[in-house]
Every structure is written in C-alpha cells, then in structure tokens.
C-alpha cells in the first residue's frame, strides 16, 4: 500500500479508504486467527473496564483521566487505562486460569508512526505456568499472524523479519555489552529495592557517545542507551527476545531466581520495533506497593504529577497465584505482518 501523508485527505474520502481497505480487512483476519489460536488453548476471553480508579502507575505512562462517580456516589476522578493488567490479575486472584483480553486502551501524550492515543493491547495470563510459556507463545503468534495477512515475513520501513523464525534470545545485559559496550550488570544492585550506581553508568554512557545531563537518573540514562544504541538493531532477520531486564525496570516483575538483580521479564522485538512485554508477575503485595510508590514518586518528579494506586488490586494480590502475563501490541503486530508504515493506516478510523 502507498504512504499517505497523515493529513493528505480525510481518510473517509473514497480513494484513501480504497487504498486503506486491504490493510483493514488483513488486520480481521488477524484478530480472527488469534482468537482461534487462544480459544484452541482454552484461554477465556475476558472484557474489564476501561474507566478506572487507577490507570496504572508506570512513570512515562500518561493518562487521559475525567470526573466521575464512586460506587458509593460520591464525586471521584476516574481515568481511563493505560493497561487492562489490574483488573485481568483480580480475575486470576477469582480463580481464573487462562485468560486473554482485547484490550482497547488509552495513553496521553502518545502520537506518531508507532503511537496512537487510542490503541489495542492482546494482554494474557497462564496462572501456574513457567515464565517460557509466553515466548513460545510469542512465536507462534508472529507466524500465524504473517499466515493470515498471506506473507511469510514482517516488516517494517526497509527491516525485515521471517516469521516463522526462531526468535533470538538476548539478555539485556547482552545487548548493552554487545551493541553499546556497556557492562550493565556491574551498575545494578544487589537487591531491586537498593539504589542503582548512577554514575557508573553515567560514565559508561558517555563512553559510548551518548549525552547525559547533570539531572539524569539512572533509569534516564538507561533508557537513552536502549533507544540510541540498541532498539533499531532488534529482530532483524527474526524475531529477539530482549530478556532479564534489570529489577529496578521492572515494577510489575519478579526478580529472577538466577539473579536477584534482573527480573523476570522480557520484550520481543521485531524490525526494531517493540511489540511485547512479558512478566513473572509479582504477587508480594508488600513489595508491589513499595515498587508502585517509586514509580509515583518518580513521575511526580519528572512530571509534576502521580496517579492514585489501585487499593483493590494489591489486596488481590493475596490471593492471586503465580502467573505470567503479557501485552502484545495488537496494532503493531498488524503493521509488521501487511508492511504498513503508519500506526494510522492500521486503524479503522483513527483520531482526526
């Protein structure tokens, strides 16, 4: 299909849909196959809310947020996720074992090739089940997703990826050593809750040619270096697995039985672009408000701004059992399978 720019027409003018349409019409029968796939594997297919009482409480993650009513009807600010993961994990903490969402979700501040303020989230939980799971999952999903848009390959701007290649496994501290010459092992700590060598990495950092600001922590810096050095080289050729992020990225994770210092949680990508993101998930409630806390406490600086923690979910978490869980960009997914170079030129009819 061509590239149109964003605002050459209208995308309900006729000649825009038309060159749209095939692309649409792939992403049905992608989203069919993937029912199928999960429906086959007795995965229940679940609808939570959207408006919410927390939307989550990652630092970079923005909210779209409304004045609503609680159930006792007093006045409340409400907000619509950013995630479905709050509520998908009380239904594990109910009794459910196997269970997938079609999540649509919403993120401020969120705009370009790859981001869209309103998007979908394929989001799924195997309770009791080995953290592995969700890889080979990952990988039967990239090849029968390119199957249904009638391709053996994904791609995108140039890159490509054979679809039903065996994802590459990479540890982060891998890629930093291999793609940025960074040993990022020896700037985490011990425990997830101990505070990173913020300058170690600093100065690795710069080393390798990035910039770094005085007002830098060490997850800004952290960042920088996934972005500048290390992103654009992913899945290419395949799919990578990106695994064992340090502990102190992962808020929502359990820490590694090999290492306290990495979690258990990964992120496939594909031709560069991040598609998923995997957890062992944490169930110490404990623990989960304390890293929850941090994660507020850091945005507040950065942003001037924090989001309420959802009270119910960490008591559900008393009873939730242990679980893996993911969320896969379902929109993305679509554009690497019919080549699409637009987030926009995947939706039915994005924000005008």
């Known amino acids: 299909m061509s590239d149109i720019p964003p605002a050459a027409s209208p995308l309900w003018a006729a000649h825009v849909h038309a060159d749209r349409r095939p692309v649409l019409i792939a992403r049905g029968r992608i989203v069919a196959a993937l029912r199928a796939w999960f429906a086959a594997r007795d995965f229940v297919e679940v609808e939570t809310g959207a408006l919410q009482v927390s939307p989550g409480n990652e630092t970079h993650l923005h909210a779209f947020a409304t004045t ?35 999540a649509r979700v919403f993120r401020n501040r969120e705009c370009g090739a790859l981001h869209h303020p309103e998007f979908t989230l394929v989001e799924w939980y195997r309770a009791g089940e080995p953290y592995g799971a969700l890889v080979e999952d990952c990988a039967a999903l990239l090849e029968l997703a390119a199957q249904a848009a009638g391709t053996k390959h994904l ?52 080393t390798a040619g990035i ?18 050095k290390i992103e654009s080289r992913l899945g290419i050729g395949r799919a990578t697995i990106l695994d ?73 978490l008393a009873t939730m059992p242990p679980a893996c869980g993911i969320a896969l960009g379902l929109d993305r997914l679509v554009m690497l399978a019919t080549g699409a170079p637009r987030i926009d030129q995947v939706l039915w009819m994005p924000l005008g």
């Open 68 to 102: 609503g009513e609680a159930p006792d009807g007093a006045p409340s600010r409400l907000y619509l996720r950013t995630s479905p993961e709050f509520a998908c994990k009380k239904l594990l903490a109910a009794g459910e074992r196997r269970i997938v969402e079609f």
């Open 155 to 206: 791609t995108f701007r140039g890159r490509l990826a054979e679809a039903c290649a065996a994802p590459e496994r990479l540890t982060v501290a891998e890629a930093f050593a291999r793609y940025a010459g960074i040993d990022l092992l020896a700037t985490l700590p011990a425990r997830p809750d101990d505070e990173p060598d913020r300058d170690g990495l600093a100065m690795a950092a710069q």
């Open 211 to 228: 910039r770094i600001a005085e007002n830098d922590h060490w997850g800004d810096i952290f960042s920088r270096v996934l972005v500048e």
């Open 244 to 316: 064992e992020y340090p502990a102190v990225q992962s808020a929502l994770a359990r820490p590694s039985r090999k290492n306290p210092r990495v979690a258990e949680r990964f992120e496939l990508y594909v031709c560069g672009v991040e598609l998923a993101n995997g957890f062992g998930e944490l169930t110490d409630a404990a623990a989960q408000r304390a890293r929850l806390e941090r994660e507020m406490a850091e945005k507040e600086r950065i942003y001037g701004e924090r989001y309420p923690l959802d009270e119910d979910f960490l008591a559900a």
